[in-house]
């Protein structure tokens, strides 16, 4: 939560993270406090190591991750309806009330049956106490991407090509346009391949326990990362801090997460 709200204070001029991780909490903090149009907002790039090389930071292919799922407990007391709620939950009509709102209060639709929102729309839906009393995205239950049945509309708002440009602060409308491109993704800039090297073996990490040795070192090791890194980053003296975080790393046995990790990968490659 610190990490967060040193985020949202917009004095962070760069850091190493994934979409997900912080842009639901910090975009809607930015746009609540008028700091995305003085500038503060997420601009993606797709830096490497060297010079000229391909960057991998977004991967393209749509990959199930087995990693996560919904089950339901031995002591549910109406299994069918608790699946047949999770049926309705993506529900055309549901879904739209789930990710858009409420027709007229939350989004309008234009002539075309394209959905939009005002900025006075946009602000309100990003106002963490509106959202606590009046939306509700189950953003943790199934949900769909994409486009909607209807064939025009994004099934998130987010994904609707208009409503996101139209969503961006000016400043960030002027980076999209300075640099030519019409999306995050766009502006990283990763190389388009259906599979990439190692991926997606996240899906198998995420579900790894403390059962297995692996597990034990990928939890050490996640531990140890977030202990050390960030001294590492403000160390006066790096070189020696850096020998300090790789001691400890080294600790964690990562060998075991490496060797499990090898093992699944060569049982999906079927080697």
């Known amino acids: 939560m610190k990490y967060i709200a040193k985020l949202s204070t917009g004095a962070v001029l760069g850091m190493c993270d994934q979409w997900w991780d912080f842009a639901n909490n910090v975009n809607d903090v930015f746009k609540q406090q008028g700091l ?30 087995n990693s996560s799922g919904v089950a339901v407990t031995t002591s ?10 999770m049926n309705d939950l993506l529900d055309q009509e549901i879904h739209d009330l789930r990710f858009w709102g409420v027709e007229g209060e939350d989004y309008l639709v ?12 946009r602000t309100k839906c990003a106002d963490p106490t509106y959202k606590a009393s009046h939306l509700c995205s189950y953003s943790y239950m199934p949900q769909w991407l994409g486009t909607s049945r209807d064939g025009k509309n994004a099934m998130k708002p987010e994904q609707q090509t208009s409503e996101f440009m139209d969503g961006l602060s000016a400043p960030l409308q002027k980076v999209f346009a300075a ?41 050490k090791m996640g531990e140890v990362k977030h ?45």
């Open 110 to 121: 234009d002539e075309n049956g394209l959905y939009y929102r005002t900025d006075e729309m």
């Open 179 to 219: 640099y030519g491109v019409d999306s995050y993704v766009d502006m990283i800039g990763s190389v388009k391949e259906e599979e990439g090297p190692w991926f997606p073996m996240y899906s198998y990490s995420g579900s790894m326990t403390t059962a297995t040795p692996g597990g034990v070192a990928w939890v």
């Open 36 to 65: 995305d149009e003085q500038g503060c907002n997420y601009v993606p790039l797709g830096l490497t190591i060297d010079e000229g090389m391909e960057n991998r930071w977004h991967t393209y292919a749509d990959t199930l991750n």
């Open 227 to 271: 202990e050390w890194l960030p001294k590492v980053v403000m160390a006066p003296d790096f070189e020696s801090t850096w020998n300090q975080y790789m001691t400890a790393y080294n600790a964690a046995n990562p060998q075991d997460f490496l060797a499990e990790m090898q093992t699944e990968l060569e049982r999906r490659a079927g080697l």
């Open 76 to 85: 549910c007391s109406d299994i069918d309806a608790a699946f047949k709620f």
